[in-house]
């Protein structure tokens, strides 16, 4: 009888639990904009992909630097504060090209091998992610702009 309750209570409340929370200051992220966070940001979604899903956030008045990341199902990145690209090409994986990229060779080839940099966020067989929170994603742009136009290390022969 006492189970049957407790089996009932959970299946009833099941839909309202709350995502479990993944703070990326809780996996080491010190988020003063200069630290390489990197591997604390990937151990937080890492985490949060353990357990099938929940919000990692990245907490308002820190800017947190980071390489690039994967998001999996279920992820809510709550962006309270700022999220900055590095400028270590060593932070950045090097993935298959996309079918949306095309046979793009238009800025000469930067594509070799079929394979490209990662972006910054990305997700690739995923679903049931939100982005959300108000916060900034800060690519870094004009840094892997001018990178990418006088195609010198670390851009070539990836990251065009
Ligand atoms: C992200 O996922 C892709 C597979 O879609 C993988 O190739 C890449 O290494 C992953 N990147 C990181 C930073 O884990
Ligand atoms: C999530 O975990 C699964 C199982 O370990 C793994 O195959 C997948 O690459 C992970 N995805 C991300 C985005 O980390
Ligand atoms: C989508 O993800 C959120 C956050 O983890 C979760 O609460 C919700 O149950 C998920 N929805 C579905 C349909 O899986
Ligand atoms: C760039 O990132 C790589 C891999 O994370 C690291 O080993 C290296 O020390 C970093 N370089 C700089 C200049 O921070
Ligand atoms: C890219 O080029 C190859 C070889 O010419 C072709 O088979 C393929 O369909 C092309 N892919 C796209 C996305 O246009």
């Not at 956030?57 to 504060?81: E, H, K, P």
Request: proline share 5%; aromatic share 14%.
């Amino acid at each position: 009888m006492e189970v049957f309750r407790l089996l009932f209570n959970f299946l009833f409340l099941l839909p309202f639990i709350k995502a479990q929370d993944y703070n990326v200051i809780n996996f080491g992220a010190v988020g003063d904009g200069n630290t390489d966070d990197t591997q604390a940001v990937r151990a937080a979604m890492a985490a949060a992909n353990h357990s099938h899903g929940g919000r990692v956030i990245f907490d308002a008045g820190y800017t947190f630097l980071t390489g690039c990341f994967n998001i999996s199902s279920n992820v809510i990145l709550d962006v309270r504060g700022k999220i900055l690209g590095s400028i270590n090409a060593s932070n950045y994986e090097i993935i298959p090209l996309l079918p949306f990229y095309g046979n793009d060779t238009h800025d000469g080839g930067g594509y070799t091998n079929g394979m490209t940099k990662q972006p910054l966020v990305y997700s690739y067989n995923a679903n049931n992610i939100t982005i959300t929170g108000g916060g900034v994603i800060d690519g870094n742009g004009p840094y892997w702009y001018d990178c990418r136009y006088k195609d010198q290390p670390p851009c070539a022969p990836y990251g065009r």
